[in-house]
């Protein structure tokens, strides 16, 4: 990509796999153009005052870089409200598996081995879709 590199960005910022969406227009931007690409999303709603969500953080940076076929995306509920209400998230951390722009998996809690576990399946099956 063009830009990459350059050191325009801070370090720790080049080497995120994340996005954070900060606004509805970034939301849909981003799942409109995964859906596109056939790429599977990836999204953890968390919230700032939730400590198990921001604990979780990087755990979500380093299944990003193991799925690098997948976005990654994360979502502040109170930053960008009307995106959490859409998907239905009611508690802090929410994993939400994505294709075709609709959500078809859903994980509430820190639970660092099962979403690894569903993430993995769920990325494989679309290798398989996409082969």
């Known amino acids: ?15 995120s796999r994340v996005v ?4 509805v227009e970034s939301w849909d ?8 690409q056939g790429c599977p999303i990836v999204v953890h709603f968390t ?9 979780m953080n990087p755990f979500f940076e380093e299944l990003a870089s193991s799925y690098p076929d997948a976005l990654f995306l994360t ?4 930053e960008v409200k009307e995106v959490a209400t859409k998907l ?4 802090m951390p929410t ?27 769920f990325v ?3 290798r398989v879709y996409t082969a």
């Open 124 to 126: 494989h099956s679309f």
């Open 88 to 91: 239905e998230i009611k508690a």
């Open 1 to 15: 990509m063009e830009g990459e590199g350059q050191g325009h960005v801070p370090e720790q910022q080049n080497k």
């Open 47 to 55: 919230a700032a005052w939730c400590m198990p969500s921001v604990a």
């Open 20 to 23: 954070k969406v900060d606004s």
């Open 95 to 121: 994993f939400c598996l994505m294709k075709d722009g609709g959500p078809v998996d859903k994980l509430v809690g820190a639970n660092p081995e099962e979403i690894r576990k569903r993430i993995d399946s």
């Open 75 to 78: 979502v502040d509920v109170d």
């Open 29 to 36: 931007f981003y799942v409109s153009q995964a859906t596109n």
